[in-house]
């Protein structure tokens, strides 16, 4: 799938998704049909991943689709390029993440968003995490990050959250 028709597929499944969450769908499960699954599939992007951005947005107003297209985009280009369109057959669970108090370096929640932010770009994430939630969304307000920015700085720095910690002080 060329790049064009991702970006249509990938706002066409999108609005599919607010439209199904808005008139009440409560999960994915309940947004796709078959085929959509499969464009799906094909990119690398999980299903879930589409239901929490329209949810979240019908919910809170926020992540606009644009950064869901730019974060969706990312992890597609990951999957086509970096794992070569195989997916990883490890999913982490909400009980693998770092405490949602732990910090590093006094910075709270560094820790839990860049274990998500690492296996968000490798397609390991439990369909209970999401990368992006409301607690992310603080962080990156907090640190004038933006989501995408902090995605390629977890993985220009191999998910060490340390070296991301120096990274976010000498941009503060």
């Known amino acids: 799938m060329k790049n064009?028709?991702?970006d249509n597929e990938c706002r066409r499944l999108y609005n599919v998704a607010l439209e199904k969450v808005r008139d009440g769908a409560?999960?994915?499960e309940e947004i796709f049909e078959e085929a959509d699954l499969a464009v799906l599939e094909a990119n690398g992007i999980s299903p879930v991943q589409f239901y929490d951005f329209a949810d979240d947005?019908?919910?809170h107003g926020e992540p606009p689709y644009e950064i869901a297209h730019t974060l969706l985009t990312t992890r597609r280009?990951?999957?086509l390029n970096t794992q070569k369109g195989v997916g990883s057959s490890t999913s982490i669970q909400p009980s693998d993440l770092p405490a949602k108090t732990d910090e590093i370096d006094g910075i709270p929640w560094l820790p839990r968003i860049t274990r998500k932010a690492h296996h968000f770009l490798r397609g390991e994430l439990n369909s209970d995490i999401m990368y992006g939630c409301g607690g992310?969304?603080?962080?990156?307000k907090e640190h004038a990050i933006h989501p995408l920015d902090f995605l390629r700085l977890v993985e220009a720095e191999n998910a060490d959250p340390a070296r991301i910690a120096s990274a976010l002080q000498a941009n503060a």
Request: hydrophobic residues 35%.
């Open 26 to 28: 409560d999960g994915w």
């Open 136 to 140: 992310d969304r603080k962080f990156f």
């Open 4 to 6: 064009t028709e991702w």
């Open 57 to 59: 947005f019908h919910r």
């Open 77 to 79: 280009e990951y999957f």
